[in-house]
């Protein structure tokens, strides 16, 4: 075959092969937010069938309150199970984290498992039930329920008058967007809390798991457990149909939705929260999973728990540390061997966090170790170094031109009046940190060994780029946004081996993109379960 018609057939399978990997990428990201959406859907409808409550908050340690601290205490830990709280004589505040608002006309009931110190003799011993409606809306305060000595469970009628704001008496709220207690004690003593949860309204009607669900339209009323309502994914009719549904909605029926899954991912998150807005005791079911989200609940309803003993996870991640130490101090000697056993070892834990989705912004200390043990063995495969770190005035040109072709596409996408996001400089300044991180696994660990094994430069580049749009999922967008310019920078590596311009031209690309792109095409920047959220 004559060189250029080779060279031609090159560039066109190029081409297909990055417009199916762009392709496969988007529906691995559906696929995965309609596993999302299923899991969390189920986990509603089993609870729901059970009479149970998905809003119990078990005080164990800092991530179970809101900010990790009590607000206003003279002290506070975490100690056998429970938050232990002493009070310097002004009232304190334990906010409880909310994924989104609660539905309180569904979940009226507080119930609180609290211990005092001897405060029968002291009339200001008082806890009150703090509650914003929308995070940026005034503050509403329940009548003071005085404390009494000693464990005892506390029950509190969300739904009862006797609220405030700014010492004005008002409606009992509807809608928790921010939960928080306010508790007054005398100065140096002690209040202990193990468990609180939003139990459902008395006469809430169960999910009939064992009938077959019938999706009807939004006007076609209530009084069936196992109606779905369908909202079609038509923008000018969202706001009609989910205004419907509010007016005519029984807060003792669980609420079906059917969510549409026939736009982008970012369309369908965007959907999701225009509905969850208006309706926060919603349960959403997936369109292209109503039958695995049923059976998957039925299952739950009936389960017993049998997750895993922790002691188990401990296991498995010193088996990986034990296995990098050896990966390390003794490597396999064949040079392509060695290339694939290192690239796995570096990816391995990274990848199954974020595209398992088991990554959602706060690490317990299992992952915490798993994250830390990657890098450190990352960070051992730095010598012997093949690369350098300044480049070549070349190199800096070429890693600009992909800062200007990501400028370019940013600014074209951006819609005229729509401000942009604001990127302050302590981002700036984390984001280049992280930039050269990424550039180093991605290029100087994972795209230099793809060429070892793959004996072929843009073999390797693809690769590279394969595993840093990974390392993006479920995120379409930045997936196909990391695939592109993954691309770009493993090339330029694999031809100037030069760090700094990679890492600058990355971060220039990124915080641009980020600032310019509308959040229909970029949701955020967020990866793994974080992005769900």
Known sequence: MPSPVRSLVAVATGIIVLAVTAWLLVQLAERQFTAHLRDQAAHALALSATGD????????????IVAGSVFGADDSRFSDSELVVRSSGSPFEVGLPLTRPVDLRRFPHLQIAIAADSVASNPGAKLQVVVREKLDAPELVTASTSLQSGARALAIDLAA??????????????????????????AGQQLRLRTISLDRIQDAQPVDLARVPRVVDPHAGTGDSTLIFRLPFRQPLQKVDIDALSASVDSRAPLLILLSQRGRVEQQIALRDAVFAALPGAILIPENA????????????????TAPPEFLRWLALIAYALLLGLARVRPPRAPRLRAMAEIALVLAAPLWLIVAGQFDGSPDAPQKILIGLSLIYAVSLYVP???????????????????VLAASLGFFLHRPGEALRAIGSG???????????????????????WRIVSGNVAVAAYL??????LMHAPNAALMVATMFGGLCWCSLYLRERALLPLALSHAASALLLLALLPADILASAEVSARFFQ
């Open 53 to 64: 409550t998905p809003y119990r908050w078990r005080l164990q340690g800092a991530d179970d």
């Open 161 to 186: 008058p006797g609220w405030t704001s700014q010492a004005h008496v008002v409606a009992a709220p509807v809608v928790a967007a921010m939960l928080r207690l306010r508790v007054a004690l005398p």
């Open 290 to 305: 109503v039958d695995a989200t049923f059976a998957q609940a039925r299952a739950q309803a009936t389960a017993v728990d």
């Open 385 to 403: 170094r093949s690369w350098r770190w300044n480049g070549s005035a070349r190199a800096w040109l070429l890693a600009a031109a992909i800062v």
């Open 427 to 449: 981002h700036v300044a984390r984001y280049l940190a992280w930039a050269l991180l990424q550039q180093y696994l991605i290029c100087a660990v994972c795209a230099e060994r």
């Open 464 to 469: 590279g780029a394969l595993g840093f749009a």
